[in-house]
C-alpha cells in the first residue's frame, strides 16, 4: 500500500493492479499499518482510500485461503480456534478505518468485491464512478460474508437490499450505488473521481481537527447507543472541548 501526504491530506493507495488490489496476509497486515501510521500522524486530518489500475479492490487473495488451509492443525477444536483467530485478525484490521480518528473518504472505481466492500463500509464517506460495482462475493464462494459487510452495511443501506446482495452476490453499479446511500456521487471516470475526492479532502483538512475528529468520534458513538446516550457524551465530549481538555 502506497502512502502519500499533501496538504494535510494522506491518500492510500491499493497498489496491486495486476491482481485487482486483491489482498494476501502481507497487504493486509500493510493496510492497518498504514491507518494506524496515519492516524498517528498530526500532520494528516484527512485520508483518501484509492486503488491502482482497473479495479479499486477485488478483496481476499483467493492465495490466503490455500495458505491457511495448509497450515490448519490436525483437530477440529484447534483448527476451528485458528479459523476464528484468523478472522477476528482481518475484522480488526478493517475497524483499524474507523479507529482512524481522521476521516476516511472511499474513491472506488471499477470493482468493489468481497472483502473490497467490507472496507469500503468502514469509511465515513464514499464516492465512485459510474461504472463501478459493488458486489457481496462471499456467497459464491461458498462462505458467509464475516469481516465486517454484514454488520456495518444496515447502517448504510435498507435491510432488505443487504440481504439481497449478500444472497445473490449480483453487482451493484454505481447508479444504483447512488441512488440507495452507498455513496454520495457518481463520477464519469477515475481521474474525476479522484480529483473531485481530493476536493473534497482538503475542503474537510481546513476546518479545526478537534473539531472534525470530535464529529466522527460521535458519529460512530451514537451508532452502538440509544438518541438519550449519545446526546448525554456528546454534551460532556462539547464540554471538554470547551474548556481545552
Known sequence: ???????????LTFSKPDRANAL??????????????????????????????KHFCAG???????SLQSRLAPTPEETKAQLVAF???????ITAIERCRKPVLAAIHGGCIGGGVDI???????YCTVDAYFTVKEVDLGIVADIGTLQRLPYILPPG??????????????PEAQAT??????????DALIASVAEVALAI????PQIIQGIKHNLLYQREHSTADSLAYVARYSAGLMLGR
Open 1 to 11: 500500500m502506497n502512502i502519500n501526504i499533501s496538504k494535510h491530506v494522506a491518500t
Open 24 to 53: 494476501d496476509e502481507a497487504d493486509w497486515a500493510a493496510m492497518r499499518t498504514a491507518f494506524e501510521t496515519v492516524d498517528a500522524d498530526d500532520e494528516v486530518r484527512v485520508v483518501i482510500l484509492a486503488g491502482e489500475g
Open 60 to 66: 481476499m487473495d483467493l492465495s490466503v485461503l490455500g
Open 87 to 93: 478472522i477476528e485478525g482481518i475484522q480488526d484490521t
Open 120 to 126: 469500503v463500509t468502514a469509511c465515513d464517506i464514499r
Open 161 to 174: 437490499l443487504v440481504a439481497e446482495l449478500a444472497f445473490t452476490g449480483r453487482k451493484m453499479f454505481g
Open 181 to 190: 446511500g452507498l455513496v454520495n456521487r457518481t463520477f464519469p471516470d477515475r
Open 205 to 208: 483538512a481546513s476546518k479545526p
